[in-house]
């Protein structure tokens, strides 16, 4: 008899609850008596730090019940703070070494050259680190069920912040796995995750505390109607989780959006690990690049319309075309293709086999992983960027018109420019890291120094007409208002195009005069 392959359904079904990898952690880790400690010191912290709240509160005798209901409230929120931080300390400490301590371990290589799927090695890793930080925030339960007792808070609203702070750590565990598959040591993975997840903590506050006072301008402090990205920050839970979105007329709680969010966001970096794990033409690479483009387009939708709701609805007398000013907000977007760069159009022979150079732009490799589809996926996702703000911004009723295409224009010129930068240094020098190092350095030479040596020594530069020497920084057109901005939009992005794309040639050129004399290393990477 032949044993028939197992279906979709059950091989999911195996790769998430009955996973060989998440047992073998489990065991690995409540072998001893270290979790015990671990579980032991951190509810004693917790316990510690409600006794202190609750003592200050009680001696204060002339408080009156609306204090009092105050103070409890305060108790709640001091709680929740402190899981939040659990998640953004512990997570990262359990899966950011996960595979990396594998690669030095020589366990690694072991582990790929059995029938084992990336997926199912990482849906392991991850579930082991996730279980553990839930079995945290399940001890911390009794802790927040005193501020239920006390009339701090209720039920539900615990319940709803709890399940965010679990999606949150589920998050922050597939980001660092993520990391542990990049980075080279695991002091360096940690490093990576921790600064990656304080970023991310960063930009969310800031994002939502933008929303939230532009709500608030229209329907006062009262509303329940909030931004879903208020629940993105692990720390503003408690704020989310009774607040709902407005879709299409119906109320969507925002602990379902974020949850749906969460989830995708663990996918991509699901994704990103397993392409970073899989060999030359592996499946998750195709995926990895057709799931970012598709949550591209998804994000662009929702930024457009909340753009244009604002841009229609607030005074923008002061800038000549609002589309415009929303064409920037596609340019500043899309310049954070800049860090995927170096990793995309790079190629050189000290690397594995998919650096290999395959190409100036060959748009049938843009989704295969090489360097020769490198710049045509990055002008694709432009080309989605900028359409997905176009109907985000259409939905939101605001009229578009062609003052919107230039500053895509300008990014996808830059993007070009660097993208030849990166091709020819990689043909000159024929390694793929040197050629990474010249691009960075080549950002801080031409976009980062010029912008704050202006902004160091010289004050209000940017609405003056006479700081001719600002005119001829990159991105002037970004930074700047001038009557002639669509003509220096225009010039700047066809220059840097044609730049682009003429280095882009140069670097074939070069590449087919000095052909590299096959190796040992060559032939084993091949």
């Known amino acids: 008899m032949t044993a028939t392959r197992p279906g979709w359904l059950q091989e999911n079904a195996a790769t998430y609850l009955s996973n060989a990898i998440a047992q073998r952690d489990f065991r ?7 979790s015990l400690l671990v579980f032991g010191v951190f509810v004693f912290t917790l316990i510690s730090i409600a006794l202190l709240y609750y003592l200050q509160t009680s001696l204060d005798r002339q408080t009156s019940v609306a204090a009092a209901q105050s103070n409890l409230q305060m108790f709640y929120r001091t709680v929740m703070w402190s899981l939040a931080g659990l998640v953004c300390v512990i997570t990262p400490a359990l899966s950011a070494t996960a595979v990396v301590a594998e690669r030095q371990r020589r366990s690694l290589d072991l582990m790929m050259s059995a029938p084992v799927h990336p ?28 501020s239920v007792v006390l009339g701090g808070a209720a039920w539900n609203d ?6 965010l702070l679990s999606i949150h750590a589920l998050v922050f ?19 990576y995750s921790y600064l990656g997840i304080f970023m991310y903590v960063l930009v969310t506050a800031f994002a939502s505390a933008a929303l939230i006072a532009t709500r608030m301008m229209g329907m006062g402090a009262a509303s329940r109607e909030q931004p879903f990205i208020v629940g993105l920050n692990p720390f503003s839970v408690i704020e989310a989780s009774n607040t709902y979105t407005m879709i299409a007329g119906h109320a969507i709680p925002n602990y379902v959006i974020v949850a749906v969010v969460g989830l995708l966001l663990t996918r991509l970096f699901l994704f990103a690990a397993g392409s970073v794990l899989s060999p030359y ?19 662009a939708v929702y930024v457009g319309s909340q753009l244009g ?38 190629y050189g022979y000290d690397a594995e086999r998919r650096y290999r150079p395959t190409g100036t732009m060959n748009w049938l490799r843009m989704f295969d992983g090489t360097p020769g589809g490198g710049l045509p996926y990055l002008w694709m996702c432009v080309g989605v960027l900028t359409v997905g703000m176009a109907i985000g911004l259409a939905i939101s009723n605001f009229t578009v018109n062609q003052d919107f295409l230039l500053p895509p224009l300008l990014l996808l010129g830059v993007l070009t420019l660097f993208a030849g930068i990166g ?3 990689s043909a000159a020098l024929a390694g793929v890291r ?24 010289f004050r209000d530069v940017y609405q003056e007409r006479s700081a001719w020497f600002l005119d001829v920084y990159l991105l002037a057109p970004m930074v700047r208002f001038p009557e002639e901005r669509w003509m220096m939009t225009l010039a700047y992005g066809v220059g840097s195009l044609i730049v682009g794309l003429t280095m882009s040639l140069v670097s074939q050129r070069i590449l087919s005069s000095r052909r590299p004399i096959p190796t040992t290393s060559h032939v084993i990477a091949a």
Do not use: D
């Not at 597939?174 to 990049?182: G, P, Q």
């Not at 980075?183 to 490093?191: D, E, F, G, I």
């Not at 033409?281 to 994000?299: D, I, K, N, Q």
């Not at 691009?439 to 160091?456: D, E, K, Q, T």
């Open 28 to 34: 690995v880790q409540f072998r001893g008596n270290r």
């Open 434 to 457: 040197t050629a990474r190092a010249v691009v960075i350095g080549s950002y801080l030479i031409l976009l980062v120094m010029p912008l704050a040596l202006i902004s160091a020594f």
């Open 309 to 346: 709701g604002f841009t229609t609805s607030a005074s923008m007398s002061s800038f000549t075309s609002n589309s415009y000013i929303l064409g920037m907000y596609v340019f500043w977007i899309g310049m954070l293709g800049l860090f995927l760069l170096p990793s995309l159009v790079c």
């Open 173 to 191: 565990s597939a980001f660092s796995l993520f990391m542990s598959t990049i980075a080279p040591k695991p002091t360096t993975a940690l490093t």
């Open 281 to 299: 033409g592996g499946s998750e690479v195709r995926g990895l690049r057709m799931y970012g483009l598709a949550l591209l387009l998804a994000f």
């Open 423 to 425: 091709q020819v240094a």
């Open 158 to 163: 615990v319940l709803a912040a709890y399940f």
């Open 119 to 146: 997926k199912y090695y990482l849906v392991g890793k991850m579930v082991s680190s996730y279980r553990y930080t839930w079995m945290l925030l399940a001890l911390a339960l009794p802790i927040t069920a005193a």
